[in-house]
C-alpha cells in the first residue's frame, strides 16, 4: 500500500505529516477542493519522460506543466509525458493518477515548481483517490531532494 509505505518512510525520519481520508476525487483540484486547501497548496504529481527516461514532476494542482521550461531545467533534449503503461507498474498498488510526490521511493528522479517550493507545508495524493497528507514543504525538499525550478507559465493569483 503506498500510503503506507510512504507513512512508514515518514516515521522512519521523524517527519509530522496530517493523513487525511476523502471521498473518492479524480483531480487534484477536486482533491483541494474536497479537502477545503486551496489548489495552489495542493501538489499533483505528473509522470513525464526526460530524454526518455522516466521522471516525476510535481506542480500545483491549478497548473499545467510548460515544457519548454522542463526542457530547460534538466538540461534535456526532448521531455514528453509518459503514458500510463509505461509507470502503472513502477507504483504497485498505487491507483493510477494518485502517486504521492515522493519519486525517489522509486528511484525517479524529482522536479517541483518554484510555487510550491514557495509554501510552507504542500498536501498530495497519498496513493489512493480517497487519501491526502500534507507535510512541511522543507521535509519534502530535505527527504526528496528535487530539481526546483519555474516548471509552469501560470502565476498564482493568490
Given at each position: 500500500m503506498p500510503a503506507q509505505k510512504l507513512k512508514?518512510?515518514?516515521?522512519?525520519h521523524n517527519v509530522k505529516y496530517v493523513s487525511m481520508s476523502h471521498s473518492p476525487a479524480f483531480t487534484a483540484q477536486e482533491v483541494?477542493?474536497?479537502a477545503h486547501i486551496s489548489g495552489w497548496d495542493m501538489a499533483k504529481s505528473v509522470m513525464v519522460k526526460v530524454d526518455g527516461r522516466l521522471a516525476m514532476v510535481v506542480v500545483p494542482a491549478p497548473a499545467m506543466i510548460d515544457f519548454k521550461l522542463l526542457k530547460k531545467a534538466s538540461g534535456a533534449d526532448h521531455v514528453?509525458?509518459?503514458?500510463?503503461?509505461e509507470f502503472r507498474q513502477l507504483f504497485p498498488g498505487c491507483?493510477?493518477?494518485?502517486?504521492?510526490?515522493?519519486?525517489?521511493l522509486w528511484n525517479l528522479k524529482v522536479y517541483v515548481d518554484d510555487e510550491l517550493a514557495?509554501?510552507?507545508?504542500?498536501?498530495?495524493?497519498?496513493?489512493?483517490h480517497?487519501?491526502?497528507?500534507?507535510?512541511?514543504?522543507?521535509?519534502?525538499?530535505?527527504l526528496v531532494n528535487p530539481i526546483k525550478a519555474r516548471l509552469t507559465s501560470m502565476v498564482s493569483t493568490r
Open positions: 512508514d518512510f515518514l516515521d522512519k483541494a477542493a474536497s514528453e509525458l509518459a503514458t500510463e503503461e491507483e493510477a493518477g494518485a502517486m504521492p510526490p515522493f519519486g525517489n514557495n509554501d510552507e507545508w504542500i498536501a498530495f495524493n497519498a496513493g489512493s480517497s487519501e491526502l497528507m500534507r507535510v512541511d514543504y522543507a521535509d519534502f525538499a530535505r
